[in-house]
């Protein structure tokens, strides 16, 4: 990161502790060092602050740290304020009363993952618990893949040049040529699609959502059980929702 007489760093270690608690739900001062690759006495202060402005508690018999409730409120203007997310707050309802099925909004990181922003779930079966905040990997998830299929081309090498492709279950695609083919073919058909990637058992499609430029900034998708689906059946009858949805929530996209 460059250096300037404006940055803090001791913030910048602070805001990495609290980002390091998203893969642990509790962590000691070491582990804590670790994980952000600072010195124990570093750790010992920061997690000393935080625990003392409320969004660290430590548990006094183990000593291991966990995040509190107001962490919580660091993101909620972004969620409550931002003008894409009450834009398709009404579009997502209408899409799950459509569909009858779970309907998620999620927009890109700098860590070339998704990130579920908002979520209406279904009445048919119960889903795997995703918070706001999940991230998956674009390779993996349709959502990410209707966002790659509209990158400059330069861009989309770029990112899969990079990429850290991992399996997630037996059929994550992690092969670049096939990759490349998905993306295209979300290109051509408007919609990007996956099956059983990131979870087992999980089938789903998802479009783009482009901003007053033309610019990719968001993927809504819809995603639903097999056996009940099959992938064919799901491109047939949701690919055309998804679609339409994002056409709908991008026209009042800036």
């Known amino acids: ?55 660290l508690k430590k548990d006094s018999y183990t000593k291991r740290y966990r995040v509190t409730v107001k962490a919580v409120g660091l993101g909620y203007s972004y969620l409550a304020r931002e003008p894409l997310f009450q834009n398709a707050h009404a579009v997502l309802h209408q899409l799950n009363q459509e569909c009858g099925e779970i309907v998620n909004l999620s927009v890109p990181d700098e860590t070339d993952h998704m990130v579920f922003v908002m979520r209406v779930p279904t009445s048919k079966h119960i889903p795997v618990y995703m918070p706001v905040g999940t991230r998956i990997p674009m390779h993996a998830s349709s959502s990410g893949r209707a966002m790659l299929a509209y990158l400059p081309p330069d861009e989309l090498e770029r990112k899969l040049a990079t990429a850290a492709f991992q399996k997630h279950t037996p059929h994550t695609t992690i ?27 999980d089938v789903n499609v998802a479009a ?10 968001a993927a809504i998708n819809i995603s639903v059980p097999k056996p009940r689906w099959s992938l064919e059946r799901a491109r047939l009858d949701l690919g055309p929702l998804v679609i339409r949805a994002a056409r709908a929530i991008s026209k009042n996209a800036t």
């Open 1 to 55: 990161m460059a250096e300037s007489a404006l940055f803090i760093q001791s913030l910048e270690k602070g805001l990495a502790v609290l980002q390091a608690f998203r893969a642990n739900e509790t962590m000691n001062l070491r582990e804590i060092a670790q994980a952000c690759d600072i010195t124990s006495g570093s750790a010992q202060r920061v997690a000393y602050t935080l625990e003392q402005c409320g969004y």
């Open 175 to 201: 092969d670049q040529a096939m990759l490349r083919r998905l993306i295209d073919e979300a290109r051509q058909n408007r919609y990007a699609y996956a099956d059983e990637e990131f979870f087992q058992g």
């Open 208 to 217: 783009t959502v482009m901003n007053e430029d033309s610019q990719p900034i």
